[in-house]
């Protein structure tokens, strides 16, 4: 059984990045397991150069957590034309690892506009990963958050088979 370990950007429990790996979760399926990780905002701020004994356990379980996936897929808002800097963060770690390198990844950027944040996260993944990150493997989604009714439930058939069509792509890797 494969394994996606999903990482929202956002630190609003209610927000559409949740509402869509939420979605993905279920959409997956019972043959692959969507692993939502929440403690993006129990990492630390990065710091260069640590030897590896003296890595932050919070940081040691993330790299775990990442190693174990057999993919990784991201979704995201958009803050000031970027990245959230708490997403940011979390990469920053990766960065003196091979944690990432030749795993298949995927991203949604659900924002307002999302076109900065969509080539921000697109560089850093192909630098990480060492791979160009395909086309069918990423999603803009913009003013995302009225695609939820008040249930907090996908209400757009299109943007469901698009994230379907997206989850089945990276499993394909």
């Not at 949604?108 to 791979?131: F, H, P, V």
């Amino acid at each position: 059984m494969k394994k996606i370990l999903a990482i929202s950007g956002s630190t609003k429990p209610n927000s559409s990045n949740w509402k869509i790996l939420d979605f993905i979760k279920v959409a997956a399926g019972k043959h692959v397991i969507v692993e939502l990780y929440k403690e993006l905002a129990e990492l630390p701020y990065f710091v260069p150069g640590l030897e590896k004994d003296h890595i932050p356990p919070a940081v040691r379980l993330f790299f775990e957590k990442l190693e174990t996936a057999d993919a990784v897929l991201f979704s995201t808002p958009e803050y000031v034309y970027s990245l959230p800097g708490i997403l940011k963060n979390a990469l920053e770690w990766t960065v003196q690892t091979t944690v990432l390198s030749g795993k298949p990844t995927a991203f949604i950027i659900a924002a307002t506009s999302g076109e900065k944040a969509c080539e921000s996260l697109d560089l850093i993944l192909e630098t990480l990963t060492q791979e160009n990150i395909p086309k069918e493997r990423k999603i803009l989604i913009k003013s995302a958050g009225k695609y939820f009714n008040g249930d907090s439930e996908l209400n757009d058939d299109q943007i469901g088979k698009s994230l379907v069509r997206l989850i089945e792509h990276l499993l394909s890797v």
